[in-house]
C-alpha cells in the first residue's frame, strides 16, 4: 500500500482498453480504488464511472493528473497522446501505467524515459502478454537453462482480415505512428527480446506494404471504421532484427493479408539445447533425446485467472514495494527504437544501425 493505504488510480481513456483497465483494478479493490476518469468523450466517462461507482469525472486529462488524492495514473488513449500524458503525471508525481506503445515514435519515448530518470515514480508500459500463462511457462524454462543460448526466434502475428476502425485514429499516421507493426507487432516484439533474454539490439532490415486499407479491404471488426476519414499506415510489415550477441529475431505481421493463417500471435525460440513455441493459450517445448525429437505441450490450465490481472496486480506491487517493473520503459524505448528502424529502412531500402545516443 502507498503509506500503508491503498493505491488511488485515475483513468485516462474510457475507450476499448480504458474499460478493460477499470474492470481489471476493479478486481483489486483490496489494493486499490479507482478515483477518477476522463475521456474527451465525457458521455463515455460518466457511463463507466457510473457502472463502476468512480466517483469523480474530469473534464480534462490535465485536471485528473494534478488532483492529490491520486497517486497512479492509467493512460488507454491514442498513441499520439502517450508521451505529452504519461511525461505530465510523471512530472505531477504520479506513478504510470501507459498502454503500447510506449510512444509514437522514438523520440516520444526518449522524452518518457528522460522524465522517468528523474522521478522515483513507476512507469510501466501494459504488454499483457508477457503475463499469459504460456508465456510465463515458457520463461521459467527459459530461466532454468533448458533452451540453452537462444540463437534465432520467429515472432508474428498475421491477421488475415483484421484492420481495426478504418480512418480513425487506428489509421492516420499522425495519431497512430503506424498500421500492424506498431499496434499489435509492438506485443510480439515485447514477448520475443523478453524471452530471448533482452539482447540488445543493433541492426533492423525491413519493408511494409499496405495493399489492403488504401482500398478499404480487409476491414476487421475491431472499432467503428469512419469511411470519411483517412488510410496512411501499412498492413503488413515484415523485419529481420540483429542483436549485439549475434542472435537475430524475424517478425513478421499484418491486420490483412490473402494467407492461410489461423489468426494466432505467436513466439518460436530457437535454443542450443531447446526449443519453445508460444501460440497464444497453446505452446510447446521441443527437445532431441535418443536420437529422437520430444516435444511437450504446455497450455493455460481451465482455472487461470488471467493475464491482465496479473499485469495489473504487478503495477500495483511494483508500487507498494518500490520495485521495477518488468516491462521497464527502457523495454519500451527499445521497442520504440526498433519500430522506427523498421519504417525507416522500409523507405530507405537499406538496413539501419540502431542509434542508442540518448541524448539525441
Ligand atoms: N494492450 C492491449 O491489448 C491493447 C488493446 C487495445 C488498445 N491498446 C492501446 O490502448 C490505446 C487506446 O486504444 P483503444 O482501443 O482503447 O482506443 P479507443 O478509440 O477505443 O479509445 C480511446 C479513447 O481515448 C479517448 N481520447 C482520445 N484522445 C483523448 C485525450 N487527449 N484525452 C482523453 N481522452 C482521449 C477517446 O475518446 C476514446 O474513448 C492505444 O494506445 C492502443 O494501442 C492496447
Given at each position: 500500500m502507498v503509506n500503508g493505504n491503498k493505491v488511488k488510480i485515475g483513468v485516462i481513456g474510457a475507450g476499448n482498453i480504458g474499460g478493460v483497465h477499470i474492470e481489471q483494478f476493479s478486481k483489486l479493490s483490496d489494493q486499490c480504488e479507482i478515483i477518477a476518469v476522463t475521456d474527451a468523450n465525457q458521455l463515455l466517462a460518466k457511463e463507466k464511472a457510473a457502472q463502476y461507482s468512480i466517483p469523480n469525472v474530469t473534464s480534462t486529462p490535465e485536471q485528473l493528473i494534478q488532483?492529490?488524492?491520486?497517486d497512479a495514473v492509467i493512460i488507454g488513449v491514442p498513441n499520439q497522446f502517450h508521451a505529452p500524458l504519461a511525461i505530465a503525471a510523471i512530472e505531477a508525481g504520479k506513478h504510470v501505467l501507459l498502454e503500447?506503445?510506449?510512444?509514437?515514435s522514438g523520440e516520444a519515448a526518449r522524452g518518457i524515459v528522460k522524465a522517468s530518470e528523474s522521478s522515483d515514480r513507476v512507469v510501466m508500459v501494459a504488454h499483457q502478454m508477457r503475463w499469459e500463462s504460456v508465456s510465463m511457462q515458457i520463461k521459467e524454462q527459459i530461466d532454468r537453462g533448458e533452451l540453452g543460448k537462444i540463437y534465432t526466434a520467429k515472432a508474428g502475428w498475421f491477421r488475415r482480415k483484421g484492420i481495426p476502425g478504418?480512418?480513425?485514429?487506428?489509421?492516420?499516421m499522425d495519431q497512430s505512428g503506424g498500421g500492424p507493426l506498431i499496434d499489435i507487432g509492438v506485443h510480439m516484439l515485447d514477448l520475443a527480446l523478453y524471452l530471448m533474454g533482452n539482447p540488445k539490439p543493433v541492426s533492423v532490415f525491413g519493408a511494409t506494404y499496405a495493399e489492403f486499407g488504401p482500398n478499404k479491404?480487409?476491414?476487421?471488426?475491431?472499432g467503428k471504421p469512419d469511411w470519411n476519414g483517412i488510410y496512411d499506415v501499412e498492413d503488413l510489415a515484415t523485419a529481420l532484427i540483429k542483436m549485439e550477441d549475434g542472435s537475430s529475431l524475424s517478425l513478421e505481421v499484418s491486420w490483412a493479408i490473402h494467407m492461410d493463417t489461423d489468426n494466432t500471435p505467436f513466439v518460436h525460440l530457437m535454443g542450443t539445447e531447446g526449443g519453445a513455441s508460444y501460440k497464444g493459450a497453446t505452446g510447446k517445448l521441443l527437445t532431441e533425446k535418443f536420437d529422437r525429437p520430444i516435444d511437450t505441450v504446455i497450455s493455460k490450465p481451465e482455472n487461470d485467472e488471467g493475464e491482465r490481472i496479473r499485469l495489473s496486480r504487478h503495477f500495483l506491487t511494483c508500487i507498494q514495494e518500490d520495485k521495477q517493473p518488468i516491462t521497464s520503459v527502457l523495454s519500451g524505448y527499445t521497442n520504440n527504437l526498433i519500430l522506427d528502424a523498421i519504417y525507416e529502412s522500409s523507405r530507405t531500402g537499406h538496413e539501419v544501425i540502431l542509434n542508442w545516443d540518448m541524448s539525441k
Open positions: 488532483r492529490d488524492d491520486i503500447k506503445p510506449m510512444g509514437i478504418w480512418g480513425t485514429w487506428f489509421t492516420r479491404k480487409g476491414i476487421g471488426t475491431w
